[in-house]
């Protein structure tokens, strides 16, 4: 709360100011902006009192914008807004005000402005320098379906040119499709309920032989599933081997991922409760990076 609505609501300036003093019962956040209770402010408490700090034409962007918007992501760090360029701004401890002749369209989330997803995602990549970090960023829109490649390649060439280099580079290297799939089928588990497989394993046979892929594996109870299945017989036949082997499949396509989600999810519980029940198959899995490192 600021100083104005307090004056208004019949608090004088002497007040506040003994109020917010040493063992008293509110606390001051920024100059003029007021905490009306004496314990560590919360997150979205300095992101209320930053907006009014600076005004309502600040929008929030970076990791807390990508929160708003559902990504699981940290944001400990420093409150980054984005400032219209005609405006003053005064640096404050724990704010990053950047001002900015590109003020995005506000999404407004419980009061607050935010950043949309490409705009927050690249203004966070666009302060890294190591490739695999801008990867990760650039990774968390495309992985939680809040945006797609080209959105993040718009948004990147409209904004500044200078020092947009790497960003630029990791980002045309990107193949969203596997990390856009992924951050479906996690989802999907988290509506199963299922405890977390192995992502994108080989499946090979005790003489280390190959026999196919899983993008999921439960190797306790030997447990598969393939969710970016093509049509017909694209994938090849290597899931007619696994099944040999006594493994339990599931099989399904990315758009059964994010059209069907709830009849995915049940499958997997039935399956999975049919893998418990009978013989683990005498294979062993081989891990590979996952593509799903923004979860």
């Not at 032989?209 to 030997?222: L, N, S, T």
């Amino acid at each position: 709360m600021n100083l104005e609505q307090l004056r208004r609501a019949g608090v004088s300036d002497r007040r506040t100011r003994r109020l917010c003093g040493p063992g008293g019962p509110w606390r001051r956040l920024h100059p003029g902006v007021v905490l009306l209770r004496n314990t560590n402010p919360t997150r979205q408490h300095l992101l209320h009192a930053a907006i009014v700090r600076y005004g309502s034409k600040v929008v929030i962007t970076g990791a807390d914008a990508l929160r708003a918007h559902g990504v699981k992501c940290p944001a400990a760090g420093e409150i980054e807004l984005l400032v219209p360029d005609f405006c003053r701004v005064t640096a404050r401890s724990g704010i990053r005000a950047t001002r900015t002749s590109r003020m995005p369209d506000p999404v407004l989330v419980d009061g607050l402005p935010f950043a949309p997803p490409a705009r927050a995602a690249l203004d966070l990549a666009r302060a890294e320098s190591d490739p695999a970090q801008i990867r990760q960023l650039l990774t968390l829109p495309l992985y939680w379906g809040l945006c797609d490649r080209q959105q993040l390649l718009a948004e990147l060439e409209a904004g500044p040119q200078r020092g947009s280099s790497a960003v630029r580079k990791v980002l045309r290297r990107l193949d969203e499709g596997p990390i856009r799939a992924h951050g479906l089928a996690t989802r999907v588990l988290d509506a199963a309920l299922l405890p977390p497989p192995a992502w994108d394993v080989t499946i090979c046979d005790r003489r280390g032989r190959r026999i196919g892929e899983a993008d999921a594996w439960w190797d306790e109870i030997g447990l598969a599933w393939q969710y970016r299945c093509g049509p017909g017989t694209a994938g090849g036949f290597s899931h007619l081997a696994l099944a040999a082997t006594g493994i339990v499949l599931v099989r399904c396509t990315v758009h059964q991922l994010r059209k069907v989600p709830r009849d995915v999810a049940k499958e997997l519980v039935q399956a999975y409760g049919d893998a418990a029940r009978t013989p683990r198959p005498r294979v062993r899995a081989l891990t590979h990076p996952s593509i799903g490192g923004a979860a």
